[in-house]
Each structure stands twice: as C-alpha cells, then as structure tokens.
C-alpha cells in the first residue's frame, strides 16, 4: 500500500477567545464556515498541552511545565537569519505601546517601528542599558533580543498571552523580577518624551512606549523532531527546525502551492500566523474574516487532496490546547456537522 505524506496546521487563534465566545459566535454566523464547521465535526478531538507558543513547542517535542519557562528567545534568535552565537541565554525584548485604562496599564499592541526609527531607538535605549551591563540588538524591527548571563534571566510572560490585558499581573517576577520592573519603568521614561515618539504620534502611529521582555532562556541540548519538515515564516519555527535538526520551509502562499511540495511517506508541520492578535485583543469581526479566507485558501484545497487520495491525513491545531484530527476514510462520516459555533 503506497504510504502518503500527512500534514498537521498550527494555527493560533482559529477557535478564538473562550470568555468572549458570545460575540465571536456572532460574528462566525456572518460568514461561510461551513468547510471548517464539516472538518471539526468529523475530525477526533485531542488535547494539546501547552499555550500559543507551548503547544508548538510541545509538537516539537520540547515540553515545559508552564510556556513561560520554555527558552523561546533562544530558539527565536537561533531561527534568525544570523543564527544563535554559541553560549549565553536570550530575552526577547519588543516594542511595545502600553496605554493607561482607568486603574490599570494595558499593553495595547504590537509595535514595527521604520528601520531608521529602530536604530535611534536602539542607540537610546543602549545608553542606558549599558550601566546594566546589557546591550539591545534587532534582528527585525519588531523583534528585539537580549543577550544575558543564565542567572540573570528573570521569570516573563510571552507576549502573546498578555496583549490586550492589564501588565501588572505578568509583570517579570522570580529573583531577577525587582531588577527587570525598575529596568521597566527607566525605559519608559526614556521613551515617553524622546523625538521619534511625538513624530509617530503626530502622523497617527503608535508610539513605543515600552518593550516587553519575554521568552528568557539558553537553548537547550538538541533533541529529535518527529516531523520530515517543517513549513512557517516565524523564526521560532526556522529555530525549533535547526534545534531538530530537520528542515525548513517558507509557508507557501496556499494550500495547493504546499501539496506541489510534497512527495512520498513524510509528515509535516505548518505553522501559521493564525488570527491570533485578532483573538487576544477580542476582534471578533476580523478574525471571521481571517478564518473565512483561510478556509478557502488552505483547507479547501487540502481536504479536496484527501479525498483525491493525496494526503493521508490532516490535522488542525488551535493554539490553545486542542487539535483535531482527521485520518484513514472520513473518520466518523456518520456524524452529521454541527455548527461551527458549537466549537468556540
């Protein structure tokens, strides 16, 4: 019997946000889900341990007890056009914009500063930082790293998980914690008042307020990864690919440009973006579109290559702890397909 390659998507975000499910309900209703809506309802559901980027890793075969622990600024930097430098641990460090919400801080977005705007806000902030002993370097403008001693790495939150919500409660912690709050509060004292800001807010953009540290750790030892290739244009998947020591793909533009790709016995992981800033900053009606679009372009083309006998199975994973699976001929063909709003 001919042996078929398999394909399991990563993709944060596609079931949106639990304690909003209400409006994202609403929201599904408006589009045409119905492909993704069959999927689920045939499909076994499975546990996937791990958060945003956990559950990733733990596909990958690096599992920590909570994500917070796992080293994925290391990863990150080793995915990284220039590499990992041998030895030494890493932070992430973003730019970030916080805005004051009543009684509480709010770490609103994401920031991509202009590649002039970084080195200025690069050579800033390095002034400081250099009384610590530290030194910032951008590998892109919205990803910035720290290189730092193992026993300087304080305690974070990823970034993925806070965004959207109030800072206080995953502010750094653990021994380095005090240090890294009053390192904090320089850096946006530095930034509240320095030129580039009053530009950026004057055309309309968000200013970078802060950065936010996350992801601290050394790479671990390599270890096996139980996929022939991985596909993603995140360098955390570039990253957990060299770590493996499997190899990497640029994500094609569709589902039917990655199948053009595949030949013979193998399995693959897909990494998507997924819509996930549109679920944690709860933006129920570009996340229905998001999801839409990506039926058509991705799992439309991919279960037609099931049934077409190409694939020999199709997996779909959520980010946020569940997977489901589809294998063998329409498992559970019986079953007739529920609504999609039956799955957030």
């Known amino acids: 019997m001919k042996t078929l390659p398999s394909l ?75 590499g990992t430098p041998a030895g030494g641990c890493w932070l992430r460090a973003d730019p970030v914009c916080l805005e004051a919400d009543r009684d509480c801080v709010v770490l609103r977005d994401r920031v991509v500063p202009a590649p002039d705007q970084v080195d200025s806000l690069l050579a800033l902030l390095n002034g400081h930082l250099a009384e610590e002993g530290l ?8 990803r910035w790293y720290l290189s730092l001693a193992q026993s300087r790495v304080p305690e974070t939150w990823p970034l993925a998980h806070v965004l959207g919500q109030d800072i206080h409660p995953w502010m750094p912690a653990g021994t380095e914690g005090r240090r890294w709050r009053r390192l904090l509060n320089e850096i946006q004292m530095l930034l509240h008042d320095c030129d580039i800001n009053h530009a950026r807010r004057a055309e309309g953009s968000l200013p970078v307020t802060s950065l936010w540290p996350w992801g601290g750790g050394c790479l671990p030892p390599a270890s096996s990864c139980p996929w022939s290739r991985l596909w993603g244009n995140d360098p955390l998947v570039r990253g957990l690919a060299r770590w493996g020591g499997i190899s990497h793909g640029t994500l094609p533009g ?40 990506w039926q058509a372009r991705w799992l439309a083309p991919l279960l037609a290559a099931c049934r077409a006998g190409r ?29 999609f709003g039956d799955f957030l």
Do not use: I, K, M
């Open 135 to 142: 030194r910032l370097e951008a590998s892109a403008p919205e």
């Open 254 to 293: 569709d589902g039917d440009a990655l199948l053009n790709e595949l030949a013979g016995p193998s399995a693959h992981l897909v990494v998507e973006e997924g819509p996930w800033r549109e679920t944690r900053l709860g933006e129920a009606e570009a996340w229905a579109a998001w999801l839409a679009a």
């Open 8 to 82: 399991t998507l990563y993709v944060p975000g596609l079931l949106g946000r639990r304690d909003l499910r209400a409006s994202f309900r609403a929201e599904a209703a408006t589009q045409d889900l119905g492909l993704l809506a069959w999927f689920l309802s045939r499909a076994r559901a499975e546990p996937l341990a791990g958060g945003h980027h956990g559950g990733l890793c733990a596909l990958c075969g690096l599992e920590a007890e909570e994500e917070r622990a796992l080293p994925l600024a290391a990863l990150s930097r080793l995915g990284e056009e220039e």
């Open 311 to 339: 694939l020999g199975g199709l997996a779909l994973c959520d980010g946020a702890g569940r997977c489901y699976r589809l294998e063998g001929r329409w498992r559970r063909w019986w079953r007739r397909p529920r609504p």
